[in-house]
């Protein structure tokens, strides 16, 4: 697989709209914006001004960055939409949101956040077990915040309600540049013949 950074073109982050009390969150979200300026991939993200997803776009900006939003009309009406994006794109729905973000992304990268980050996150990794696409899916794990998730889905494999390859797809790293270049290097898991066995077993 070739690894050269122009296949990693553009990333969608999936993070807080809030801040969050560990400065050390704030610090990752605009060096993450600021690193993919100064790489030129294009950051994807909700289209918010606030939060952790803030500070993100905002460093993206200034440091000469692409920053491309996609929003619920909803959210965009109660003017938590930010107005100095490249490009802004307002949907109907959360699952036109994520729809698209997929779409215009060529892989995805998670920060410290609650329910809707979880959701985006895992919503990716399935995704990409079912081969609705093939693109890398990464946390950077600010502080360790995700080290409880990481043990939980190890306790998944062990139960072998996760498959070792699926579980391995979720590129896990405490480190931006080493994520990155991980991300572009990934190889997809072979998942043919899983869902080939899915199919007759008639699991869901």
């Not at 920053?67 to 107005?83: C, D, F």
Request: one cysteine or more.
């Amino acid at each position: 697989m070739d690894t050269d950074k122009k296949n990693l073109k553009s990333i969608c982050l999936f993070c807080g709209s809030s801040p969050g009390v560990d400065p050390a969150f704030r610090l990752a979200a605009a060096q993450l914006g600021t690193t993919l300026a100064y790489n030129n991939i294009r950051l994807v993200y909700g289209g918010g001004h606030v939060g952790l997803m803030g500070v993100a776009a905002d460093a993206c900006l200034v440091a000469g960055g692409e920053v491309v939003g996609v929003i619920p009309r909803k959210l965009m009406e109660k003017e938590v939409g930010h107005a100095g994006l490249t490009q802004m794109h307002v949907v109907e729905t959360m699952h036109e949101r994520k729809a698209l973000m997929t779409q215009l992304s060529d892989g995805f990268i998670a920060l410290p956040g609650g329910y809707g980050t979880l959701d985006e996150l895992f919503e990716a990794l399935t995704w990409q077990q079912l081969a609705y696409h093939l693109l890398p899916v990464g946390v950077l794990n600010v502080s360790g915040f995700f080290d409880h998730l990481v043990q939980f889905l190890d306790h998944a494999r062990d139960q072998r309600l996760l498959r070792d390859a699926h579980r391995d797809s979720l590129i896990v790293d405490n480190d931006l540049s080493s994520l990155i270049a991980r991300m572009q290097a990934f190889v997809p898991p072979n998942n043919e013949k899983w869902l080939d066995r899915v199919s007759k077993e008639s699991i869901v």
